[in-house]
């Protein structure tokens, strides 16, 4: 069982819901059903809950099948904290300005780099497999 990669996923349901309150609370503040309604500031928080929707359910499941595939759990371990603290990063940008911002740029990039690292140990790791 892919335990790391199962609490790395409970973590980050956990930061889903942190996400998604913001958007409930302007939505409701300001009476729209759907969409952002021109308003930019719940357009900036849908795109924050967006963003880690578009990056995390891959990287979680790279995550899981790198597990299972044998490769060390603490480096399964740290490829899920760099992501968890990545994608606290770029909410926290994002979330206060529409433009460049550190938390934003170092979120990406830790991002990027998990998806990177998990994407050439897994080709590593299933070319290994196959020749074996």
């Given at each position: 069982m892919p335990v790391v990669t199962l609490i790395v996923a409970g973590l980050h349901g956990l930061l889903?819901?942190?996400?998604l309150q913001p958007i409930v609370r302007l939505r409701r503040g300001r009476k729209v059903g759907i969409g952002d309604g021109g308003d930019r500031?719940?357009?900036?928080?849908?795109?924050?809950?967006a963003n880690f929707v578009e990056y995390v359910p891959m990287l979680l499941v790279l995550?899981?099948?790198l597990e299972l595939a044998g490769l060390d759990r603490r480096i399964v371990a740290a490829l899920g904290a760099?992501?968890?603290?990545?994608r606290v990063l770029h909410a926290r940008g994002l979330g206060r300005t529409e433009g460049y911002s550190s938390g934003r740029f170092w979120g990406?990039?830790?991002t990027w780099l998990v998806l990177l690292a998990g994407s050439i140990a897994a080709i590593a790791l299933g070319a290994l497999r196959l020749v074996a």
């Open positions: 889903l819901l942190a996400l500031e719940l357009l900036r928080r849908i795109r924050v809950h995550l899981g099948l760099m992501l968890l603290v990545g990406t990039a830790l």
